[in-house]
């Protein structure tokens, strides 16, 4: 059983920068794809970006150029970097472990308990 845990929310102004971490404790992540996911109040969660397990990476169209994903596999850790960050990028961010080592759709196995990230001015 895998734990993750986020961090790095907080408020920023839009042009801000945020960086989140996700912490994976009780497994190793060396052999998964991870993933960040966002949530707008109502909405389903929605993919930002994702990472396997051998360093591709895919990003949603809103995030490109601005979101980087990365991971290090000897700290249980995988990082969002965030750089211009918008108001439409409000919402709860949520790490997630796939269950195998590439990034396929619904196929999850465990979740974060999210982390609020605000921009406004």
């Known amino acids: 059983q895998a734990r993750l845990a986020e961090s790095g929310g907080g408020n920023v102004q839009p042009g801000g920068s945020l960086t989140l971490s996700c912490v994976a404790s009780?497994?190793?992540?060396?052999?998964?794809?991870m993933g960040w996911f966002r949530q707008y109040p109502g909405k389903q969660r929605e993919l930002v970006a994702a990472?396997?397990?051998?360093?591709?990476?895919i990003y949603a169209d809103s995030v490109k150029g601005r979101f980087t994903i990365s991971r290090e596999n000897e700290k249980k850790t995988v990082t969002l970097q965030m750089n211009n960050l918008q108001p439409a990028d409000t919402a709860v961010y949520y790490c997630?472990?796939?269950?195998?080592?590439?990034?396929?759709?619904?196929?999850?196995?465990?979740w974060g308990q999210g982390t609020q990230v605000t921009v406004s001015a």
């Open positions: 997630t472990q796939y269950k195998g080592g590439y990034y396929i759709a619904s196929d999850y196995a465990y």
């Open positions: 009780g497994r190793t992540i060396g052999v998964y794809a």
């Open positions: 990472i396997a397990m051998g360093g591709d990476t």
